[in-house]
């Protein structure tokens, strides 16, 4: 008997696995002085085992590749992001000319508030918290029994359907959510970069790279044109053309502007402190 049981729990646990992906509408600003919200859909992975937010650019690439055997690789500047189930320790994806992954603890502490509101047929409760140099209200159920949510915001005794801060910067909101019939495999568009596994690094060393890359933002297209060897090929920075050496400076300072003008992280107090020549 204990062999057939045993039969049947190696069979039905890899049936019962599967990704519940929930989509969010995220709503962000570059440039925090500006009107001008970007907007783009994000994805939350919640798997028995571990929870992942990202792109779902991401998906629609991951789902090209695999019909037409292709091998695009894709990055912006959202979030990707994963953890563990149940856990506040997040594992951070950033590419900086090479992938790196860098481990932050995020605990949030919540404040519930007695305010409620619908949203469809689900009733959804007010709370609010201070993470990240930012005020935030969420509104959550209870009806869905996972603590989760989009980004590092989870803790909450619910689902977050939608989140936001007090300046209008960023902006979550559940649009839809779905099963899938198995686990959704990330690994060729979440935790690599066409190929190349991430470097785990400090936090400290990642602002050491952005201000290295900052003082001389340039550095690795400079190279590219040291290396050339193609008399017909064009070089473009921020939609300029580089035709002499001597354009080098002032498109470094127009760079380093536009890296100031676009500092604006969901984690104001992370932000960095770039010095204006």
């Given at each position: 008997?204990?062999?057939?049981?045993?039969?049947?729990?190696?069979?039905?646990?890899?049936?019962?696995?599967?990704?519940?992906?929930?989509?969010?509408?995220?709503?962000y600003?570059?440039?925090?002085?500006?009107v001008?919200?970007?907007?783009?859909?994000?994805?939350?992975?919640?798997?028995?085992?571990?929870?992942?937010?990202?792109?779902?650019?991401?998906?629609?690439t991951?789902?090209?590749?695999?019909?037409?055997?292709q091998?695009h690789?894709?990055?912006?500047?959202?979030?990707?992001?994963?953890?563990?189930?149940?856990s506040?320790?997040?594992?951070?994806?950033?590419?900086?000319?090479?992938?790196?992954?860098?481990?932050?603890?995020?605990?949030?502490?919540?404040?519930?508030?007695?305010?409620?509101?619908?949203?469809g047929?689900?009733?959804?409760?007010?709370?609010?918290?201070?993470?990240?140099?930012?005020?935030?209200?969420?509104?959550?159920?209870?009806?869905?029994?996972?603590?989760?949510?989009?980004?590092?915001?989870?803790?909450l005794?619910?689902?977050?359907?939608?989140?936001?801060?007090?300046?209008?910067?960023?902006?979550?909101?559940?649009?839809?959510?779905?099963?899938?019939?198995k686990?959704?495999?990330?690994?060729g568009?979440?935790?690599?970069?066409?190929?190349?596994?991430?470097?785990?690094?400090?936090?400290?060393?990642?602002?050491?790279?952005?201000?290295?890359?900052?003082?001389?933002?340039?550095?690795?297209?400079?190279?590219?044109?040291?290396?050339?060897?193609?008399?017909?090929?064009?070089?473009?920075?921020?939609g300029?053309?580089?035709?002499?050496?001597?354009?080098?400076?002032?498109?470094?300072?127009?760079v380093?502007?536009?890296?100031?003008?676009?500092?604006?992280?969901?984690?104001?107090?992370?932000?960095?402190?770039?010095?204006?020549?």
């Amino acid at each position: 008997m204990k062999t057939v049981l045993l039969f049947l729990m190696c069979i039905t646990l890899p049936l019962t696995a599967q990704t519940h992906r929930f989509i969010y509408e995220y709503h962000y600003k570059m440039d925090s002085t500006s009107v001008e919200l970007r907007k783009t859909s994000m994805v939350l992975d919640v798997n028995p085992e571990d929870v992942k937010f990202y792109n779902y650019d991401f998906v629609l690439t991951d789902s090209t590749n695999k019909t037409k055997g292709q091998n695009h690789v894709i990055w912006d500047d959202t979030p990707a992001i994963t953890r563990k189930r149940n856990s506040d320790v997040n594992v951070n994806y950033i590419v900086l000319q090479n992938m790196f992954a860098v481990e932050t603890q995020d605990k949030i502490n919540w404040n519930l508030q007695n305010e409620t509101k619908t949203s469809g047929n689900y009733s959804l409760q007010k709370a609010t918290t201070k993470f990240g140099g930012r005020n935030w209200t969420a509104w959550f159920t209870k009806e869905i029994s996972l603590n989760e949510g989009p980004y590092k915001f989870r803790g909450l005794p619910g689902m977050i359907f939608e989140i936001y801060d007090d300046k209008n910067n960023f902006k979550f909101s559940l649009v839809k959510s779905y099963k899938l019939n198995k686990i959704y495999d990330t690994f060729g568009i979440l935790e690599n970069f066409g190929g190349q596994k991430p470097v785990k690094i400090p936090e400290s060393k990642l602002k050491k790279m952005m201000l290295d890359h900052y003082n001389d933002p340039l550095h690795e297209f400079k190279e590219q044109i040291k290396n050339n060897t193609d008399p017909t090929a064009r070089f473009m920075v921020m939609g300029i053309e580089v035709k002499s050496p001597e354009q080098m400076k002032e498109l470094s300072e127009k760079v380093q502007d536009n890296i100031r003008k676009t500092n604006n992280p969901i984690e104001i107090d992370k932000a960095m402190k770039y010095p204006v020549k």
